[in-house]
């Protein structure tokens, strides 16, 4: 047994030295290759570094960067984001929670789009360090309570959206409505409507009786009435690179009223309106894209479009419009583009403003417009008519194209009557 522990213990000594021996030239490799062999052993860092690179875009606007993380599903905020962005965007992740201190490295941030995502906490210090952001966005998410300190560190913000979440209009809201509701900050929650309870449940936060929040629910259980009109709360607000509202697919009936007037885009096509009324579009003096395609809209106001100065391209498409009253057009000076095919255009008298209007407006780019009846001009162009219209009018007579016979025999029975 002795001899057999001797040759063990041999054995685990060759194998020792022969541990040594190769770590010492590993070693003197790695001595000798220098940054050659820490790039080589470092692969798995610098493969890591990209793939967070890749999961958001950059660009600039105005000399401004712009970094979009829209629709990554994130569940958290990237750790390597560039310090000197300017505006954010992380709408449409997978976001939660917003802790402490979170932005606190991006000290230059302006505005920060978190819509569209499952936020149902905030914590009191999140935007600590954010002193230049004036814009807010964190509208369709999960939030039911939000403290007033959350804005203590934001002292310029200007713009606040926080509608599409399930606010419990209670006693722990009280303070919050209270800021929200300070005269003259009308960018500030002003379409979040409460949740819950019940008897506040469609209400306003900007509206509410504060007072009431902090109530017994036992001692007034009934429900408060309210005036259902039509509103943009369905809809998602983008603010860069370009100002816009996409209300695509909401099942609206109206134009909303809230829609913000410094918008330069609206989209409301593939829902439900089925007219145009008078100044619908007053407020908004610089949208520059309309597009109502795919409704059901049958009439146009003259005065719908009354205020739209700078629009330069509206659609209209895949609607059930016949003709345009006269004056529709009358207040688009800068329009560039008309959509208008899916229309059942009906060439009759009263397509000529339209047709009318579009030759006097020559630079104007049109397209969609044809007969669908009556059945003799169906599939003809609306200007093939009009020019077949007036081929078939009776051409004006001159002077010397009328007999002169009846108006010589009248002179005579005249002079006869002469006394």
């Known amino acids: 047994m002795q001899v057999i522990r001797i040759i063990l213990l041999l054995l685990l000594c ?65 750790p390597n984001l560039p310090k000197d962005v300017v505006h954010l965007q992380l709408a449409g992740n997978r976001i939660h929670n917003l802790k402490n201190s979170m932005f606190t490295p991006l000290k230059h941030l302006k505005s920060l789009d978190l819509q569209r995502n499952a936020i149902a906490t905030i914590e009191p210090d999140t935007f600590e360090g954010l002193d230049d952001l004036h814009t807010l966005l964190i509208q369709h998410n999960q939030l039911q309570f939000l403290s007033e300190e959350v804005f203590i ?9 926080i509608y599409g979440n399930p606010w419990n209009c209670n006693c722990n809201l009280d303070e919050m409505v209270r800021k929200l509701q300070i005269p003259g900050q009308k960018n500030l929650g002003s379409l979040a409507k409460c949740k819950a309870p019940k008897r506040f449940a469609g209400h306003k936060l900007k509206t509410i009786n504060v007072n009431l929040l902090c109530n017994d629910e036992k001692n007034s259980t009934n ?73 059901e809209i049958g009439s146009i106001n003259p005065a719908a479009f009354s205020g739209l100065l700078r629009l330069k391209e509206l659609d209209l498409s895949s609607n059930v419009l016949y003709n345009f009253e006269y004056g529709v057009l009358e207040h688009l000076y800068f329009i560039e583009r008309l959509i208008l095919n899916g229309n059942p255009w009906r060439c009759d008298f009263q397509i000529h403003y339209l047709a009318y209007w579009l030759q006097v407006h020559h630079n104007v780019q049109f397209e969609g417009l044809e007969c669908t009846m009556p059945n003799e001009y169906k599939g003809w162009t609306v200007q093939k008519y009009i020019k077949k219209y007036y081929e078939d009018c009776p051409k004006e007579k001159t002077i010397a194209d009328f007999d002169t016979y009846d108006s010589d025999k009248l002179e005579e029975e005249e002079i006869r009557r002469l006394p």
């Open 14 to 78: 060759r194998a020792v030295e022969f541990m040594k021996t190769r770590n010492g030239r590993h070693g003197n490799r790695m001595r000798d290759c220098g940054k050659k062999c820490l790039k080589r052993h470092s692969t798995h860092v610098k493969r890591f570094a990209p793939f967070l690179s890749t999961i958001c875009s950059e660009s600039l606007h105005v000399n401004e960067k712009i970094v979009d993380c829209q629709d990554k599903r994130l569940i958290t905020i990237p």
């Open 223 to 295: 429900p408060i009435p309210i005036q259902n009109t039509a509103d943009s709360t369905k809809c998602n607000i983008y603010l860069f690179p370009k100002s816009r509202i996409d209300c695509q697919d909401k099942d609206l009936i109206r134009v909303p009223i809230d829609i913000p007037a410094e918008v330069l885009e609206i989209d409301l096509s593939r829902n439900k309106i089925r007219q145009l009324t008078a100044k619908n579009f007053l407020k908004f003096k610089e949208l520059e894209t309309l597009n109502l395609s795919g409704n």
């Open 153 to 161: 560190p934001i002292p310029k913000l200007k713009y606040l959206r």
